[in-house]
């Protein structure tokens, strides 16, 4: 861990060179504009056109022009690692690096892939996501991003990219805007309030153009009727303008449905190039957008801005320094010709670990001590016996789960189960093993009859579109574990008095048939942890490492109290509004089985010391825009802070949370929302102070007369705590 964190302090040093933002960008521009001069117009439109699916070795692939020293760019998935290639890192995925809630961990990932994407040649790496955001419990995808809430969702942004860029790879944030579904994502249309527009999709959104992201890519799916990728309002409006976002829009693989006005309306590059709906070969820019600028239908200056904005945020990542070649094929099994992986199995391991969420610890089940024998039950315990890799992106649901499945996804080069690491550890332990490593429930009640202790292992698998697996077409079809989870810790807990239950997910499972067994005294959530699964599990069960990970979600009684999910119209008019996740439960006093932030841990925390320092002034922010939005939204308007002290017997981590809730003059707002989080690590009695800095952004709501954030006038009401319903402390601070 400490060299871990070392070397993300030596990246962020390195970071400055284009870390000033708009300084960067400028020199960039400068640099691009210069070359933009030496190109002809086919080169132009070259770079910002795809070869054609497979037309290269990555899964994206631009034509590369003669007259500069500029490379066919090479834009390969996905935001947990590098897919089809090998060997790569299988990193834990973005909802479990979501609830390790930790800025330094966040961060160290992003800088691990990206060293990773880096080595292999990778130009752009397909990542993070933001969208979809989660509204929909049973979304497919939702696993790909960080959390639920914008805020959470925005720091894990912010951190990934800023951790990618500093390795040298271009990170692209998508998909933009409002794909909350894989149902229809590509006929469908997301018809979302202005507001609601602002405070939840595109808030993230803001920190990854902040943190100068390269690239963004839009999403499938219409909004208001018009296709995302040929949206003037979202591309050329809110993205470009109002956020200031100097890098490339490229689209999502065949999300471009015409030419001229996707050009127009602010694409800037085509993936993979062709267009699916024609003949092959038939495409809607290369020789058409030239023919398209000779008949003035797209000017000359719209060309030349895609051809700078490329080209600029190459030259700002330092890509014309010396990058290496592309080293492998996706199309021959992905062999790459050098080791990229390093040490980022620690990094893995450290992820997967601090964000294991224990939900329930009755009687000290948790940590192990040594049990003289434990049942290890269930498929999810075990690899699948044909290998980790064995179903192509990950399109089965057999052995422990590690990942979901879909594009975002990469080959694991190996993967630690549950009980490969367990059984290391009852060897030094002299625990004697019994095993059911089916969903056999007959085959599970003697296992867990025969032993002191069961660890029962379940999951829930969800991914995208394109892969239907056991029945569920990327969404999932309900909230309840697969392979009649229920059932088996039934007949555990009716066989053993001692049951542990261990969730592999992709986001919240109903777990009220489970809590009603009185054997099962404890159920951690350990979501999809990528290769270092096992040994991360062993970390936190016995003990190693508190378990220090909070809740991303909510996790509701009944899939109804959400208010929401997938559906399979061809239209979504988000009727949640502002009220998803946390939000509507808080809004409507619906009681969750587990709050959104939630988390136990082996030792206890106190807080007291909450100080509020606040001082702002209403109404809007303004001034120039800088790459996130208007200069002055990331103003400081003071700090809130916290004493949180260790009063346990063990070390641990807190994460201390801040939610917000805005004066009563604004109508129709969630009663809190995060605001600011800091993760402590703290000795048995050791006080740390968490500490949150707070901008006007934060204080502000999305006017939709004026179209500004604004920063009501009134009084704010602070809560301070260990969840978005442990309140520890509360305040108060008044703008007039
Ligand atoms: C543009 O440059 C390319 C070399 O990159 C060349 O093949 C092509 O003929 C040129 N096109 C025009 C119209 O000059
Ligand atoms: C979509 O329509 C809603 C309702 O009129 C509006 O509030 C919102 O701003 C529109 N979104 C876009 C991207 O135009
Ligand atoms: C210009 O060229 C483009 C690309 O071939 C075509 O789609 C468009 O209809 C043309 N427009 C005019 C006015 O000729
Ligand atoms: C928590 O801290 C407060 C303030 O220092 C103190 O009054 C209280 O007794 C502490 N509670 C525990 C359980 O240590």
Not at 297 to 304: F, I, T
């Amino acid at each position: 861990m400490q060299n871990l964190l070392v070397s993300a302090l030596a990246l962020s040093a390195a970071a400055d060179a284009y870390g000033a933002g708009a300084a960067g960008w400028d020199a960039a521009y400068s640099k691009a504009q210069a070359a933009l001069l030496k190109l002809n117009q086919t080169e132009k439109v070259g770079i910002a056109t795809g070869v054609g699916w497979e037309g290269g070795p990555c899964v994206g692939n631009t034509y590369a022009p003669s007259s500069i020293d500029y490379p066919s760019l090479c834009l390969q998935d996905s935001p947990l690692g590098i897919r089809y290639a090998n060997p790569v890192t299988a990193f834990p995925a973005g909802i479990n690096a979501g609830a390790t809630w930790d800025r330094s961990l966040l961060y160290a990932r992003g800088a691990a892939m990206g060293q990773e994407a880096k080595g292999l040649g990778v130009h752009v790496q397909l990542g993070p996501s933001a969208g979809p955001l989660g509204k929909n419990p049973d979304g497919g995808r939702n696993w790909e991003g960080f959390s639920v809430d914008p805020y959470l969702a925005g720091v894990g942004m912010e951190e990934t990219i800023q951790g990618m860029q500093d390795s040298g790879v271009q990170a692209c944030a998508k998909h933009w805007l409002g794909n909350e579904q894989e149902h229809n994502r590509e006929t469908m249309s997301s018809n979302i309030g202005d507001r609601a527009t602002h405070e939840l999709y595109l808030w993230p959104f803001m920190n990854a153009v902040k943190a100068n992201v390269a690239s963004v890519m839009c999403s499938y799916n219409k909004l208001n009727g018009t296709w995302a990728c040929e949206s003037d309002a979202v591309l050329n409006d809110l993205l470009k303008d109002e956020l200031g976002f100097p890098g490339y829009v490229m689209s999502d693989w065949n999300a471009q449905h015409t030419g001229v006005n996707s050009a127009l309306a602010g694409l800037d590059m085509t993936m993979p190039g062709s267009d699916f709906n024609k003949p092959p070969g038939s495409i809607f820019w290369g020789p058409n957008l030239v023919e398209a600028v000779t008949n003035g239908s797209v000017p000359q200056s719209r060309l030349d801005d895609m051809a700078t904005r490329i080209l600029a945020s190459w030259y700002l990542l330092g890509q014309d320094q010396g990058y290496p070649e592309v080293t492998f094929s996706s199309w021959n099994g992905g062999k790459a010709t050098v080791d990229v992986t390093a040490d980022h199995a620690s990094v893995v391991r450290t992820v997967a670990r601090d964000s294991i969420v224990l939900l329930k610890n009755q009687e000290h089940a948790l940590p192990l001590r040594k049990p003289k024998s434990l049942a290890i039950i269930g498929q999810d315990a075990i690899v699948n016996p044909d290998g980790p890799n064995a179903c192509v992106d990950r399109g089965c649901n057999t052995g422990t789960l590690a990942m979901g499945w879909g594009s975002g996804t990469a080959e694991f080069p190996y993967l630690i189960a549950p009980l490969d690491a367990i059984k290391v550890q009852a060897q030094k332990d002299g625990t004697k093993i019994v095993e059911s490593t089916t969903d056999s429930t007959t085959a599970a009640a003697s296992a867990a009859a025969a032993a002191d202790t069961a660890v029962v292992f379940i999951n829930a698998d969800a991914g995208e579109g394109y892969l239907t697996v056991e029945g569920n077409a990327g969404d999932r079809n309900n909230l309840d574990p697969w392979h009649n989870g229920n059932e088996l810790v039934k007949s555990v807990a009716a066989a053993n008095k001692n049951v542990i239950v261990v969730v592999h997910s992709v986001g919240p499972i109903i777990l009220e048939t489970i809590l009603a067994q009185p054997s099962v005294k404890a159920i951690v959530w350990a979501g999809l942890p990528g290769q270092e699964s096992g040994n991360a599990l062993v970390d936190v069960m016995y003990g190693t490492t508190s378990p220090s990970g909070k809740l991303p979600y909510t996790i509701a009684k009944q899939p109804s109290d959400y208010g929401a999910g997938w559906n399979s119209a061809l239209v979504d008019n988000f009727v949640e509004d502002l009220f998803i996740d946390y939000r509507h439960f808080d809004k409507n006093g619906i009681a969750p089985r587990y709050e959104f932030g939630y988390g136990l841990s082996y030792t206890t925390f106190n807080y007291s010391g909450l100080a509020v320092s606040v001082s702002a002034t209403a109404g809007p922010s303004n001034g120039p825009i800088v790459p996130g939005g208007a200069e002055e939204l990331f103003q400081s308007v003071g700090t809130i802070s916290v004493i949180v002290e260790n009063t346990g017997e063990v070390a641990g981590a807190e994460v201390a949370q801040l939610y917000l809730g805005l004066p009563d003059s604004v109508l129709s707002t969630p009663p809190k929302q995060l605001r600011g989080f800091q993760k402590l690590n703290l000795q048995p009695g050791e006080q740390g102070t968490a500490t949150f800095e707070l901008t006007r952004r934060d204080l502000s709501y999305w006017d939709v007369q004026t179209q500004k954030w604004v920063v009501p006038s009134g009084t704010f009401t602070v809560y301070v705590g260990a969840s978005s319903r442990d309140i520890h402390g509360e305040g108060k601070f008044t703008v007039a």
